[in-house]
């Protein structure tokens, strides 16, 4: 039974009621919850210097000592061009042994080693991941040449922003049609302003409300999805912690959904549209290949006040400003 129109509730949630159960409700919406960070994911790669800064579902230590695993967040990092043989700078003595453009990749070595090995994250050695991580680095690689690269050398011990990704989804109450969000919405503003609290006392030596004389070395971000609208209260409370709070728009939401489900039709599939949609986003790390395009239209400045610029132009000028 389709229940009355709630203008608590999201369009997202209307979308897809008439495809999903009581049963099936709740997966749908950790599924659009991936949705919406592959949305951001997309977005955020497109400007060079976001991208190759950029991790995805890194752990940062907070004040604390407890670890936040945030979305997406950005390092510092120097570039170097790099040819046969030399070194990388401040890599402890790792240097350029091979590039090979036909699939071997790029390969280093040391001194220490008797085998150059390959740098690839999803290849690499233990020995080399061991000796990155024993200086808090990462390495990025990206042929320039026959025989040279540049590498992005990455400070992992220095970030220069972290960015969340909310979303809660409309409940319907036992026994009614009633609609709400239950304490989903300010649980989840808690938990953010928390983490942008501990990693504003680690990283800027203050707390946001209070007066910072400096320049912010690492700014908090905020991107949030709506199975109901947040309330003012939520976003006060994040107001009051995290530098900054976006939305993701429900329209871009429901354009991608739109967008899969005319591959659906387009294919012929035996099985039903929800089906297909679970299956066609398996997660952040694994974006489907397509040409979905998301813009700056697709997110809305909620906070601070009168911010005018764009979620990628917000990232942007912070990261030139610190880390040019």
């Known amino acids: 039974m389709n229940a009355e129109r709630d203008r608590r509730v999201s369009e997202i949630f209307y979308y897809f ?8 409700g709740r997966a749908a919406g950790r ?28 752990s940062l230590r907070g004040r604390s000592g407890a670890s936040h695993r945030v979305e997406f967040s950005w390092f510092a990092m ?22 090979d453009h036909s699939g071997g990749g790029v390969r280093v070595g040391r001194g220490d080693w008797d085998r150059p090995v390959k740098l690839d994250a999803a290849t690499r050695s233990r020995k080399l991941r061991d000796h ?53 919405t300010i649980e989840k503003a808690k938990q953010a302003a928390l983490a942008a609290v501990d990693l504003d006392l680690e990283y800027n030596g203050s707390v946001k409300p209070l007066p910072i ?11 949030l999805g709506n199975g109901v609208h947040w309330t003012d209260k939520d976003l006060a409370v994040l107001g009051a912690y995290v530098d900054y709070v976006f939305q993701v728009e429900d329209s871009a939401i429901v354009r991608y959904a739109d967008y899969v489900r005319r591959l659906w039709e387009a294919g012929g599939s035996n099985s039903g549209f929800l089906e297909y949609f679970m299956a066609y986003f398996q997660s952040m790390k694994t974006p489907p290949a397509d040409s979905f395009e998301v813009g700056d239209d697709d997110f809305r400045a909620l906070s601070p006040t009168g911010e005018s610029r764009s979620l990628a132009s917000v990232l942007a000028q912070h990261i030139e400003r610190t880390n040019p």
């Not at 009621?17 to 099936?24: A, N, V």
């Open 17 to 24: 009621e008439k495809h999903t159960t009581l049963d099936s």
């Open 31 to 58: 599924k659009i919850g991936v949705v919406q960070e592959v949305i951001l994911r997309r977005y955020l790669e497109r400007q060079s210097a976001l991208r190759r800064r950029m991790f995805l579902e890194q």
């Open 132 to 184: 990155l991580a024993g200086m808090c680095l990462d390495i990025r690689v990206t042929p320039s040449g026959d025989e040279s690269i540049v590498a992005d050398v990455l400070d992992l011990s220095r970030p220069l922003a972290s960015l969340e990704s909310k979303r809660v989804g409309a409940q319907r109450f036992s026994r009614t049609k009633k609609l709400g969000p239950g304490i989903q």
């Open 213 to 223: 004389k400096s320049p912010r070395a690492l700014v908090s971000l905020v991107a």
């Open 78 to 99: 120097e570039s170097f061009e790099v040819g046969l043989g030399d070194e990388i700078p401040g890599t402890g003595s790792l240097r350029l042994v091979s590039v």
